[in-house]
Structure formats: C-alpha cells, structure tokens
C-alpha cells in the first residue's frame, strides 16, 4: 500500500516509480489526487453540515423555550435537511474512499533507486557468481533420470490430481525430505532463523497485506468447506470475502510468516525478527500456461524453506544483503553452481521494492534458472497489515519493513541436485552435507534401466 500524504506531497518518486514499472506515473498520481481531493472534500462538506445541524439543534430548543413556534419549525426543516445532505456527502465520502484503497491496493510498489531500468529478465544485472558449471558429457534432465530409476512418476499424479503434479519415491522421496531439513537447520543453527510452523490456509485480509490479493486472485488456490457452499460460490472477490468460511492455501510461507506481526506495534528492541519455515505452498500458476509443463520446475504443489526478516526502516537495506547471503549459503554447502542477479524494474514482485535472484546451474538446459527470490518490500506491506514499530522512550510509531526470500525451494534444488550430482550410470550422488541426514547412502539408484 502507497502513503497518499506522500504522494499528495511530493509526487515525483512516484510517477518515476510506475513509469519505470511500465504504467503511466502521471496519470495515476493524477487520478489518486483526484480521488483524494473529492474524498477530502466529502469529509469537509459533511463536517460543516454537521456542525450547521448541531447548531441547528441547539437553537431548536431555544426557540421553543422562547415559544417562537416558527422559528421552531423553520430550524426543524433546516435540520431535516441538513440530514439529506449529511447522508449524501457521507456516501460520496464512502464511493470516494473506496475508489482511492482500490486503486491504491492494486498499485505496485515502487522501485528503490539503485534498482537497474527494464522491461523484462533480458535487462537484469548480474551480481556474482559462485562455482564452475559441472563437465557431463550428455546429461539428462531431472524427469528422465527419476523416471529411469523408477523413483518419480508424473503419470500416477496426474491420474489423481491433473498436470502439475509428481510423485517421488524411495530414496527420492527421502532425498526431498533430508533437503528441507539441512536447509531448516542451516537457517536456524548457523544464521540466526526462528523456526515457526504457521498455518497453511490463510484469510483474506493475511493474504492482501503481503500484496497476494486483489491482483493475483488468479493465481491462488481457495479452500471452502463442504460442497453446497462450494457450490453457491460467486465470482465477485469481494463477495468471496464476505464467506467467513473461506480460506487460501498459502502460495509461500511469507503470507503466514510476515503476517505475524500485523496490527501490532513491536517494540523496536525486539527487532530484527528473523523467521523461517519448511512448508508446502500452492499455487495455480495461472499465468505460466504452457511454461515447463514437463518436470518439477513449475508446480502446483513444492515444499519451499522461506525466510522472512522484520526489521526497521534503516537497517532493511543491510538485512536485505544479510537475507540473500543465507540463501546463497545452501547453494554453497550443496556445492551447487550459481549465479545472483539483481532484478530490473520491469522484473520484479508486486510488492518488491528490490529483489536479487539466486539462479542455480541446470546442465540439461545448459543455463541458469531461478531457484531463489529476495526481496526487500520496505513499508509496502506494512502499511498493509498495519504492521508497526517503537522506540522505547518515545511517543511515536512507525511502519516496520518487511523482507522475504527463499532458502530455498525445496523441489527446484532437488532438480538442480540431480542433475549435477549424476553420473554416466543414471546414479545420483549425494552431497557431502546431507550423509548425517540418510545414514549409510551416498548414491540414489543403480544402474539406469
């Protein structure tokens, strides 16, 4: 969400902002203003009409208690009246207000200025990069290498659940659970993360203040209870809203995580909070038809170590490069080739005000590909969960800032895990790191059939 004082005051930043992002800047801040003076306007017409009503009232009473009759019923027309007006200017103080959240909630955050202009991934910065692509002569994709060891199967999931979906077994499965767990223990023992296991179905209002809803309704997966409810479900989000019993299946642990703090005022002490959780997420995927269909790339169902930080508005810069360091350490101790990139304007979350990528080495697909996001939002989500901060000895508040990241997917860091770690046999090694969680294995599979 956008501070509108600041907009009102110094529009700039703004309209540099979203013409960076690929909207008109000049044009919304018009529109916002515009907004913003008839809802003002509204509240001064209703005040004054209220104040005229209550002084009516008064001199009601006066003029009876001098038995001027007329005059009595000339200031009960007056009052009459003036409740006319005070129910219109209320409305249009409602219509008013209404428009400006709605086109204020679905606005994205604004880049943060060392952020590199573009429209798309083609203009993003490469940062760093850590380790030497891994020499296989023909490597095989991660699909074909598990469905050779008999150890993941796509069709049976699609059977019961559609595309987008697999089943791992065996030492694969045991593979996937042996990864969360280093990444939860790396995260916790050795970088400061505080374990929580959040609930995984969400309200709507958890899912608006970290900017999931209204814009990405689509991509979202909803959890209503029992079938005739299902059934009378209508299609307006806002009526969805009004379903108590409705629920939204978390697409990452920072819905649940960051939300943690909303509509509370954490004492500035207590700060930074550094969170992490190995959860399923879920996600419709809407918009990505036709992306990576074959495989585990792209999912409706992942397991993900998420990290979230809660911090202060001048130290969110230093947590930031502090966030995208752990995620990169995961990378480093599986010993996997990386790359970290910063994300331009045209590439970046909705509610991102500065994003670097961890993209990690696919020898099947001889490039790079994202395994990893962080993100620093500053008050963007703050402002939309209310999420607020103070200093001991002091009166005043202020809105906290908020990070996430991943640290990291689970499913894509197994993808990468296969690949590189595979030898001309099909057999997949496993990393030095992750022998004490799987006892007595240091490869998955025999010889491919």
């Known amino acids: 969400m956008h501070d509108i004082r600041a907009i009102r005051e110094t529009p700039e930043p703004y309209i540099k902002g979203w013409d960076a992002k690929g909207l008109s800047g000049q044009a919304l801040v018009a529109q916002i203003l515009d907004l913003d003076g008839k809802l003002r ?11 005229e009503r209550n002084d009516a009232s008064k001199k009601i009473g006066q003029a009876k208690a001098a038995k001027d009759e007329a005059q009595a019923q000339r200031l009960m027309a007056q009052v009459e009246a003036l409740k006319a007006k005070l129910e219109t200017e209320s409305e249009a103080e ?19 200025t060392d952020v590199p202009p573009g429209a798309d991934e083609h203009a993003n910065l490469e940062v760093r990069r850590w380790g030497a692509p891994f020499a296989i002569a023909k490597p095989k994709d991660h699909s074909t290498l598990g469905e050779q060891l008999g150890l993941l199967d796509f069709e049976a999931a ?65 959890a209503i209870p029992g079938l005739e409810t299902a059934r009378r479900v209508p299609q307006s989000l806002d009526e969805l809203d009004r379903m108590p019993e409705m629920r939204w299946l978390i697409p990452t642990a920072e819905v649940s995580l960051t939300n943690l703090v909303r509509e509370q005022v954490t004492p500035e002490e207590e700060l930074p909070l550094r969170l992490t959780a190995l959860t399923p997420c879920f996600r419709a995927e809407a918009g990505a038809s036709g992306k990576d269909t074959r495989g585990m790339i792209r999912q409706h ?95 005043g508040t202020r809105f906290v800032h908020t990070l996430n990241g991943s640290g990291l997917a689970v499913g894509r860091t197994l993808v990468a895990l296969m690949e590189n770690y595979q030898d001309e046999d099909g057999r997949i090694a496993i990393p030095q790191v992750l022998h004490r969680y799987l006892p007595g294995m240091t490869h998955i599979g025999g010889r491919a059939a």
């Not at 219509?95 to 880049?111: E, K, M, R, S, V």
């Not at 979906?165 to 593979?175: D, I, M, N, P, S």
């Not at 991102?352 to 939002?377: F, H, M, Q």
């Open 41 to 51: 306007t509204a509240q001064t017409n209703w005040q004054s009409a209220q104040a």
């Open 94 to 112: 409602r219509a008013a207000g209404q428009a400006l959240h709605d086109l204020l909630a679905g606005l994205a955050n604004i880049p943060a």
């Open 158 to 222: 699609a059977r019961m659940s559609g595309a987008r979906f697999a089943v791992l077994k065996g030492e694969l499965a045991r593979l996937e659970r042996a990864l969360g767990q280093f990444m939860v223990d790396l995260q916790t023992q050795e970088n400061g993360y505080t374990e929580v296991s959040p609930p995984l179905m969400v309200r709507t209002e958890a899912m608006f203040g970290t900017g999931q809803l209204p814009k990405f309704s689509d991509d979202q997966f909803v």
């Open 301 to 395: 169902q992942f397991y993900k170590v998420e990290l979230v930080s809660i911090t202060t508005p001048d130290h969110s810069e230093a947590e930031h490069e502090r966030m995208v360091g752990c995620a990169e350490a995961v990378l480093k101790a599986l010993d996997l080739p990386f790359r970290t990139m910063l994300l331009c304007t045209g590439d970046m979350g909705f509610s991102a005000k500065k994003t670097y990528d961890l993209e990690v080495w696919l020898p099947s697909e001889g490039r790079y590909r994202e395994i990893s996001s962080c993100s620093n939002c500053g008050d963007f989500q703050a402002r939309r969960m209310d999420a607020r901060t103070k200093a001991a000895g002091e009166k």
